[in-house]
C-alpha cells in the first residue's frame, strides 16, 4: 500500500496502524497530527482538510435532525452545531438558554422522552430520579407489574396485611376508611401518622 502524505506539510505521517477492517494511514482529513491540529485551532480545518467523511461529525447532518445517542439521550442539530434534545425544549420553554449549573430533569426517568411536560429545570441536579416521580410513572405505565411486587412484599412480611399498606407509608397516608390505624388496631409495626 503506498505511503500517503499530508495534503498541508506534504510529509508522511508520523503513525499508521491497523484495525480490523482497513488500514489506517494516520490522517485525518488528509492531514497529519500537527496539521489537524493547526487547522482546527485556526478554524481551517474545512478549507484545508478533506471533507468530512458521512457520521465523522455534523458537517453532513440536516438542520432539526434527531438522532438517539449511545446514552439514551436524543441529539438535535441546530446552527450552533449537536445538542441534547431536552435541552433545547427547556430553552424553548424558558425563552433562553441554560446558564451554568442548570440541568434538565426527566421526571418519569426516560431520557428519551423530551415532553415540556415531563421536563424540569434543576440546579446542580443530583443523578437519578425523585421517588414520587419515579412512583407514579410505575402507577401510570406498570401498573400490574407494581400491584404483583406489592403483593410479592406482602406475603414476604406478615406484618403487612394490606398490599396498600407500603404506599401508605410512603406517602404517610391515614388508613382507608372504615379501617382502624394501625396504632389502635393492636398491630406490631409503627403507627401510620394523620395525612395534612
Request: a positive charge.
Amino acid at each position: 500500500m503506498s505511503e500517503t502524505n499530508c495534503k498541508r506539510c506534504n510529509k508522511p505521517p508520523k503513525k499508521t496502524f491497523q484495525t480490523s477492517r482497513r488500514m489506517r494511514t494516520g490522517l485525518t482529513r488528509g492531514l497529519c497530527e500537527s496539521c489537524y491540529a493547526w487547522a482546527r485551532s485556526k478554524g481551517l480545518l474545512d478549507e484545508v482538510g478533506d471533507p468530512p467523511r458521512r457520521g465523522e461529525n455534523s458537517a453532513l447532518r440536516a438542520i432539526g435532525s434527531r438522532q438517539p445517542h449511545r446514552d439514551g439521550y436524543v441529539t438535535i442539530k441546530t446552527d450552533s452545531g449537536i445538542v441534547m434534545e431536552h435541552r433545547v425544549v427547556m430553552e424553548g420553554i424558558l425563552g433562553r438558554k441554560l446558564i451554568k449549573g442548570e440541568t434538565v430533569h426527566h421526571k418519569n426517568g426516560l431520557r428519551d422522552d423530551n415532553r415540556p411536560e415531563n421536563l424540569e429545570l434543576w440546579f446542580n441536579q443530583p443523578y437519578g430520579q425523585r421517588i414520587p416521580d419515579l412512583v407514579a410513572y410505575l402507577a401510570e405505565y406498570h401498573a400490574e407489574a407494581l400491584l404483583i411486587a406489592l403483593q410479592e412484599r406482602v406475603s414476604k412480611d406478615s406484618e403487612l396485611a394490606d398490599p396498600y399498606m407500603l404506599i401508605r407509608r410512603a406517602y404517610m397516608l391515614p388508613p382507608r376508611s372504615g379501617q382502624a390505624s394501625a396504632s389502635t388496631s393492636g398491630s406490631t409495626g409503627p403507627a401510620v401518622p394523620p395525612h395534612e
